[in-house]
């Protein structure tokens, strides 16, 4: 059975260049490309849905050259799915805080969500100053701001109304998360989303995890699913 949702933590770029003698900025760039590689692969291999986390809501604390280096990145990626949306019949969505983002990015962002909205052979999202907890407190205002107008009932707020007020609305929660580079954390990602996914862990850095690896990922998803009878 192949995961109907993959959500992805890409983490190790920096390690990665740093081993190759090379500035941290080309190991986000080679991450970036990887992204392309490992959408078509998970395409072809039936995957849905995948979710990729691009910039967390901490990330800002890094140097302003490497985070200026990831906006670029993002609007390269996104100037690219532009183009390439017929080819790819890939709807893209950002999930994260838009506001705090330039405004030629928010730009970008809407131009390629609206001409990519039609398609529907994998849904990507992708993670951009995102932070699980500020999604859950944006959606918490949202929900009393609706209280408060009169929308919505209070005692009709379920897990359900809740989750369809998150970024991550009308997207079935992930089956199995995969994290690459050794660390075996959550880092604010998809909190809510993840509470009953699987999680596969990886030494590999992002810019090396490979279509193979995929492949294996979801091999052992299935392995976990035969061996606890998900019925
Ligand atoms: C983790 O590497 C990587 C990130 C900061 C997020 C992932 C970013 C990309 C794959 C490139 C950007 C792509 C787009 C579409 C904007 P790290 O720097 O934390 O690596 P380290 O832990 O080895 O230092």
């Given at each position: 059975m192949v995961p109907k949702h993959i959500a992805i933590i890409m983490d190790g770029n920096g390690r990665w260049a740093k081993a190759k003698g090379l500035p941290r900025t080309v190991g986000h760039i080679k991450g970036a490309k990887n992204i392309e590689t490992i959408a078509r692969a998970a395409k072809k291999l039936g995957v849905k849905y995948l979710t990729v986390y691009a910039f967390s809501t901490e990330n800002w604390s890094r140097p302003e050259d490497e985070v200026s280096k990831l906006m670029e990145l993002l609007i390269e990626y996104l100037n690219k799915a532009y183009k390439n949306a017929e080819k790819n019949q890939m709807r893209v969505r950002v999930i994260g805080q838009r506001e705090r983002l330039e405004k030629r990015i928010k730009d970008r962002i809407e131009e390629v969500e609206e001409?990519?909205?039609?398609?529907?052979?994998?849904?990507?999202?992708?993670?951009?100053?995102?932070?699980?907890?500020?999604?859950?407190?944006?959606?918490?205002?949202?929900?009393?701001?609706?209280?408060?107008?009169?929308?919505?009932?209070?005692?009709?707020?379920?897990?359900?109304?809740?989750?369809?007020?998150?970024?991550?609305?009308?997207?079935?929660?992930?089956?199995?998360?995969?994290?690459?580079?050794?660390?075996?954390?959550?880092?604010?990602?998809?909190?809510?989303?993840?509470?009953?996914?699987?999680?596969?862990?990886?030494?590999?850095?992002?810019?090396?995890?490979?279509?193979?690896?995929?492949?294996?990922?979801?091999?052992e998803f299935n392995n976990r699913n035969r061996r606890f009878g998900n019925v």
């Open positions: 001409v990519t909205a039609g398609y529907d052979e994998i849904f990507l999202q992708v993670a951009f100053n995102y932070g699980s907890r500020d999604e859950i407190v944006r959606a918490t205002r949202k929900i009393t701001q609706d209280v408060k107008e009169g929308k919505l009932d209070s005692a009709d707020i379920t897990e359900e109304t809740f989750g369809s007020y998150l970024d991550t609305k009308d997207i079935p929660d992930p089956d199995l998360l995969i994290r690459t580079s050794g660390e075996e954390r959550i880092s604010n990602y998809l909190l809510w989303q993840l509470a009953y996914s699987e999680f596969y862990f990886t030494k590999t850095p992002w810019p090396d995890f490979s279509p193979k690896e995929l492949e294996a990922a979801i091999d």
